[in-house]
Each structure stands twice: as C-alpha cells, then as structure tokens.
C-alpha cells in the first residue's frame, strides 16, 4: 500500500528529530562506529513509527541496538518534547536493524571477485 502524504510529513519530521537527538544522547558514535537513521516507517493509523537503524563499522550490531532500546525511554521523552506542537500523540517507537549496508558491502566484493577473476581469465 502506498505511503500517504500525512505519513510520509511525520516521517521525515521524526527522522529529523531523531537524528538530532542520537547526537545529543551520544548514540550516533558507538562501539567505536557510526550509527544512524536509515529511514522511518510511520503506519497508516499513526500509532507506530518503525526506526531502521544502520550501523557502520560497529563490532557488535545486536548490543549496539539493545543499548539504543535500553535509552527508549530517554529517546521517547525528548522527542516527545520536541514534536508537541506537530503531533497529537507520540506513535509507539520501534527500533529496527537495517542491514542494507551489509548488502552492499557484500555485493562489491562479489564484483570485486568477479572483476579479479574475468581479468586472469583475459
């Protein structure tokens, strides 16, 4: 189903918010990689945003996210505060690993291969 107009505002609102204080709360650096908001999903009733978070260069990936929801709390209040005036009610916040990286990484070695191999073949 596509994504309406009134979903896609409060989106892009959250994302912007969020973004923002992941780098307040100090979330965007940790494990010693950088962490960041690869897109927000708003469902149709409003009720929930889904947060794909992407990791680069993070050791552990699972610990890192359960240290993002373990500040749910925290991360909630503020951005509360921050959309009161945007928002009627604050949707449920849902954090979600985004492995969109990982594929890509996976997918230049794989040409990198390819690319080796075409060349001893020449």
Request: proline share 2%; no cysteine.
């Amino acid at each position: 189903m596509e994504e309406g107009k009134r979903q896609k505002q409060i989106a892009g609102l959250l994302n912007e918010e969020m973004n923002t204080i992941f780098q307040r709360l100090g979330l965007n650096m940790i494990g010693g990689g950088m962490v960041s908001i690869s897109s927000v999903k708003v469902t149709p009733d409003l009720l929930e945003a889904r947060f794909y978070v992407s990791f680069f260069q993070v050791a552990d990936k699972e610990a890192a996210l359960k240290h993002i929801e373990d500040k749910h709390h925290e991360i909630k209040k503020e951005l509360t505060a921050r959309v009161r005036h945007q928002l009627r009610s604050m949707p449920v916040l849902k954090f979600f690993y985004d492995d969109t990286l990982d594929h890509v990484f996976r997918m230049e070695e794989l040409f990198k291969k390819i690319n080796e191999e075409k060349n001893k073949g020449e």
